[in-house]
């Protein structure tokens, strides 16, 4: 298990998890967890498409994964459990960058295993936007995300799966880069817009496959200046903003009805 200082856990995880992961020799096995806005105060559950496709004990691997393997679930560390004999055999290690070092190491094991399984309980709660955090300090780092996905695509490259799994590949990369366009700090959004574009433009030769929403993403990337993409991003926000408050005081409204 990988955890750090944004990570609170049920005192039963670590017992709970090795019991399961021996018994049926696991190389991966998720958790549920919950995620903590510091921001906003508000909790919620994180749902990976796993969750969905297989049930909970259920034995799988990448192989049972037709399609959009990449967004199978997240690639960050601290709710699963890996097999250590695993790491070690594959050889594996944390990319060594200051931030996105956990896409490589998580996505390539999660495609290499032979047997992963979840199970439901809820075992950790992760606090966002904290104070300190690498996370809210990626403006010093911006380039990491490329560095990160040009090792995921080494690794396909190296493994024979680049094939495979390219629009797979695709499609991650757009979501995932442009996420990082979306929650850049300062300047360094427009040093990075011109990374991504550059680098999605050299690296997708098709948008067959694509999920129609990357797509859209895509085009608006590959055919606008930073300063316009920027604009785009702002009236995203500002829209969403609005309909998560018009939301908010529906459901204040209604809740106030039926308490009294």
Known sequence: MFLDCDDIYHPDMFDLCARLASCIDIDILFYKSVRVDLRINIESGVHYPIFDKFKAGEIFSACDIREHVLNSATWWSWDRLIRREFINGQNIRFQEIRSSEDLFFNASLFMLADKISYIDNFLIHHVDNRSGSVSNSREKSFDCCILAVEKVKEFLLEKNLYFSRRVDFFDYIIGFLNWHLESINGNAYFPLF????????????????IRPENRETYALISKTQS?????????????????????NEYLRKNLKGENG
């Open 194 to 209: 011109d990374m991504v574009k550059k680098y999605l433009l050299e690296n997708i030769d098709g948008l067959d496959g």
């Open 227 to 247: 300063f316009e993409y920027l604009s785009y991003l702002k009236s995203k926000f500002y829209l969403e903003r609005e309909v998560y408050k018009i939301t």
